[in-house]
């Protein structure tokens, strides 16, 4: 663990792999329940192929591509070589609202770190992500301690795009060198320095290093999990 940092206003906060993680197990129940629904309507791919055609539409997805979840689906049964019919857009809509409050698992100490945060500073969560997961972070019970949350496919960009960290500032009302952010991958914290943020790596995630432009980055500090920050901040 690194020293302390001092004379911070605002803490930007990544959302997956810093705060949450993909529960492997109900993800693949997730796909699972997703392949049984779509082969009612003459789908004939495997789970494999199914989950290849979603993650394809969930990467479109974080860039701002879809602006809702019926636009999402649409493009997802696409994918699947399918024709679209409103009632297999529903089903799929059921399904993954069954299936999305369990997939994402908060780490251990994560609301009770936001607590203590949102006691000393301005928050913002910052993350890459698709469509319909605002209703995920509001499910973990989250929202309550951001002053502001952006989302990639709300702006259109993925970090380290520069708009991401500059609209979190704007609506913090914060400066970048007053402000830091904390992640789990090298290259969302190479974009936040770039704008003048200090950083700090949480090594917990699976893609510390994933398209980072320089792998031998090295942040302001750095702790092996997201309850370790307290000691930090």
């Known amino acids: 663990m690194s020293k302390r940092i001092v004379e911070l206003k605002g803490v930007l906060i990544d ?6 993680y993909i529960d492997d197990e109900r993800n693949r129940e997730y796909h699972e329940a997703l392949l049984s629904m779509v082969r009612n309507f003459g789908y004939r791919g495997d789970l494999k192929e199914l989950t290849r055609a979603l993650n394809d539409v969930i990467w479109n997805s974080m860039k701002g591509e879809f602006k809702n979840m019926k636009e999402f689906w649409e493009q997802f049964i696409r994918n699947l070589d399918v024709s679209i019919k409103p009632v297999i857009i529903d089903n799929l ?3 993954r609202s069954r299936h999305s409050s369990v997939i994402f698992q908060l780490y251990e100490g994560a609301l009770s770190v936001l607590a203590e945060l949102h006691g000393k500073y301005r928050l913002a969560l910052v993350s890459n992500c698709a469509v319909g997961t605002f209703d995920v972070i509001k499910a973990l019970g989250l929202t309550r301690f951001f002053k502001c949350i952006i989302l990639s496919y709300e702006i259109g960009v993925r970090k380290p795009h520069r708009l991401m960290y500059l609209e979190a500032l704007r609506c913090l009302g914060l400066e970048p060198d007053d402000c830091i952010f904390v992640a789990d991958e090298i290259s969302d914290l190479e974009g936040a320095r770039e704008v003048g943020m200090k950083t700090l790596l949480v090594r917990q995630g699976s893609h510390t ?10 942040p302001d500090f750095q702790c092996n999990n997201i309850s370790e920050i307290i000691g930090l901040l």
Not at 15 to 20: K, P, R, S, V
């Open 93 to 95: 809509e059921n399904v």
């Open 15 to 20: 959302f997956g792999d810093t705060l949450a």
């Open 209 to 218: 290093f994933h398209d980072a432009k320089d792998p031998d980055f090295q």
